[in-house]
């Protein structure tokens, strides 16, 4: 009896550190996304039962300028969640005023990698919009590439540029790349809680699904699309617990 009684206290304790955890993640969330003419925004963190440290933020730049992020923290539960409040505040400080995306980012890493005793990292996209030019200035410190979707359907591009993941060394170099949008198009931020889900034959959801259901679903608004390409997964891995955060970011160029 006292075998199991001590088994239930763990199993109560884990369900409160989770629930610690998942608070601390939501808390750190937007509200809502910002209202930026000529651009949907929509954006949506479904935590596991193991929360993560997925995050993502729309930073105010300037009067004119948006920071959108999105992030990746390795591990779980409780530290994965402050490390990702972390991560979050860093990358906010540094953002606000009107440093190059690859500078914010830079100087957000050293002052993770001067606190991280844990030996922790994150992964992030990090893109700087100017609605009124159309242009995404972006550096990708080791995260999976987005997605820009055209109006014409087969040019796909892939947000990638050369850098590492936060917190793993002091004075990295991030190349800053930048992308001219056009109306009609469709950028997708995901973390790979959306591709790497698996189905009861363990294969992965994986980019091209992403790919198909947002060209199967591109005349939606920002905010039902995202929807959908939950649902989609939600489907795909219905058999399997959902083992990590899914977190996506869409915009469109409206």
Same mark, same amino acid.
């Given at each position: 009896?006292?075998?199991?009684?001590?088994?239930?206290?763990e199993l109560e304790r884990q369900a409160y550190e989770m629930e610690t955890a998942r608070g601390i993640q939501q808390s750190f969330l937007p509200e809502s996304p910002p209202q930026i003419e000529g651009i949907e925004l929509a954006a949506l963190n479904a935590p596991a039962k193991e929360v993560g440290g997925d995050f993502y933020d729309f930073i105010p730049i300037s009067t004119d300028k948006w920071g959108l992020v999105i992030a990746d923290v390795s591990g779980k539960g409780v530290s994965a969640a402050l490390f990702m409040a972390l991560s979050r505040t860093l990358v906010r400080a540094n953002a606000t005023g009107n440093l190059t995306a690859s500078k914010a980012i830079e100087r957000a890493n050293d002052l993770i990698t001067e606190d991280d005793r844990a030996n922790m990292f994150v992964t992030l996209f990090y893109c700087i919009l100017d609605p009124t030019q159309k242009t995404l200035t972006y550096v990708n410190a080791g995260h999976?590439?987005?997605?820009?979707?055209?109006?014409?359907?087969?040019?796909? *591009?892939?947000?990638?540029?050369?850098g590492i993941a936060l917190g793993v060394m002091?004075? *990295?170099?991030?190349?800053?790349?930048? *992308?001219?949008?056009?109306?009609?198009?469709?950028?997708?931020?995901?973390?790979?809680?959306?591709?790497?889900?698996?189905?009861?034959?363990?294969?992965?959801?994986?980019? $091209?699904?992403? *790919?198909?259901?947002?060209?199967?679903?591109?005349?939606?608004?920002?905010?039902?699309?995202?929807?959908?390409? $939950?649902?989609?997964?939600?489907?795909?891995? $219905?058999?399997?617990?959902?083992?990590?955060?899914?977190?996506?970011?869409?915009?469109?160029?409206?």
């Open positions: 009896a006292a075998e199991k009684d001590r088994y239930r206290r999976n590439f987005p997605l820009v979707l055209r109006e014409d359907g087969n040019d796909i *591009i892939m947000l990638e540029a050369k002091p004075n *990295i170099e991030l190349e800053e790349k930048e *992308i001219t949008l056009r109306q009609g198009d469709i950028v997708a931020l995901y973390t790979d809680g959306v591709t790497e889900a698996i189905d009861d034959r363990e294969e992965q959801f994986g980019v $091209q699904r992403l *790919i198909s259901v947002i060209e199967e679903n591109r005349n939606l608004p920002a905010s039902e699309l995202i929807k959908r390409i $939950q649902q989609k997964v939600t489907e795909f891995s $219905q058999a399997q617990p959902q083992f990590d955060d899914l977190t996506l970011m869409i915009l469109k160029v409206v």
